[in-house]
């Protein structure tokens, strides 16, 4: 099943509870997103839905607001839905978009996830909870002490799917559905569907329908998108000037790894812009304080690494900045996202090096939607594409706007595509949400999860 390009009916008329509807109105939702028309009804009928959909499309209240309206009201009663999630960061981010949309319900929704106080969540489950949003590695954690029984779940919610797939959480996600009962009805959401994806959604849902984004949405066509092809020793001048020149202040710039992210927002800082980072090395709470300053405003400008990509809700964002083009095309869209949120407009620029034109080559092609190059409009020549050397980013010489070059050091990380070693890393010891402890069956896996 597909959607269409335009939305022709009302939330009232997708057969949503008048509560809902309330919360909905004052909220200011006032159609569905395409994702939502489609989803919506087929999830009040009870059948299993696989959404293909980026994050910013409006895939949370595609499924969250059926759940809400099918879930029976019982004082102290059991857990009703289950909603796993990559990150903690999307954990609560769902968990914040639930509360909204059941404000006038009386359910009540919990985020489970690592790097909080265990025992918080046992007083918070204790309450009686109907809606769950776990990270696959707690909420083991919990099955296992029995503070959360998962008999009774009538609804579970893969969400960003493909992401659980990448930090290596798909036999994580096989072992919780084995005690949730085979009577119930499963959605998955994710934003490109691998094969390994697909044979999770063979063996776990039954009948499934497909709902998935027309191509004018994956395009992203609220985005003004540009680049400029520059030497990679010029690309942090350029950077700063392009910061000097946004008209909105909110402004996420995306490097390739984790040292080079921080390397890059140490000089952003040292240049007099007010840069704050997250990546996989931080701690939760300096994760948090990371997104409160930044969502607050107190430092407006935002780097970070891929695996932060999906889990960053700020609305305000007004540009999104690669500093490093990735890989993947997908990738690409992902980080966009970004910005234009929820139908709102943004704007996406890329520096590319001479040995990543290539790359985003792939990327032009994947995209219907114009993005200008803006090297004839700012009198800047097109370096001529070399071989890659050794794929490493080469050293840039430091810059300073104000009294020209010096030298400082350089990025010298490696390429966007990172070694499997690192990866592994990232999934496993930074994983842009690790647990800071040692349960026994974080033990027995002999790794800590999210």
Known sequence: MSTTTKTTITFQELGLSPLILKALKENGFEAPFPIQEAAIPLLLKGVDVIGQAHTGTGKTAAFALPILTKIKIRRNGPIQALILVPTRELALQVTNEINKFAKYTGIRTVAIYGGQSIVLQYNQLRRGIQIVVATPGRLIDHVKQNSIQLDEVKFVVLDEADRMLDMGFI???????????????????????????????????????????????????????????????????????????????????????????????????????????????????????????????ADDILVATDIAARGIDVPAVGHVINYDVPIEPLMYFHRIGRTARAG?????????????????????????????????????????????????????????????????????????????????DDNRSSRYGRDNRSSRYGRERGRSYS
Do not use: W
């Open 171 to 297: 036999d994580d996600i096989k072992s919780i559905l084995f005690y949730v009962s085979e009577d119930r009805q499963t959605c998955l959401f994710s934003a490109t569907m691998p094969p390994e994806i697909m044979r999770v959604a063979q063996e776990y849902m039954h009948d499934a329908k497909e709902v998935m984004l027309n191509q004018e949405e994956l395009s992203l066509d609220t985005i003004e998108q540009s680049y400029l092809v520059v030497p990679e020793r010029e690309k942090f001048k350029h950077l700063c000037n392009f910061i000097k020149k946004r008209d909105k202040k909110q402004t996420i710039v995306f490097a390739a790894t984790k040292q080079r992210t921080q390397r890059l927002a140490n000089e952003l800082k040292q240049e007099g812009f007010k840069a704050i980072t997250i990546h996989g090395d931080l701690s939760q709470r300096e994760r948090d304080n990371a997104m409160h300053r930044f969502k607050k405003g």
């Open 344 to 424: 709102a407009t943004g704007k996406a620029i890329s520096l590319v090096s001479h040995d990543r034109v290539d790359d985003f080559g792939r990327i032009l092609r994947k995209t219907e939607q114009p993005i200008r190059r803006l090297n004839e409009e700012m009198g800047i020549a097109v370096p001529t594409t070399q071989k890659r050397p050794n794929n490493r980013y080469q050293p840039r010489p430091s810059y300073s706007p104000n009294s020209g070059h010096r030298s400082r050091g350089d990025y010298g990380g490696n390429r966007n595509m990172r070694s499997n070693r690192e990866q592994r």
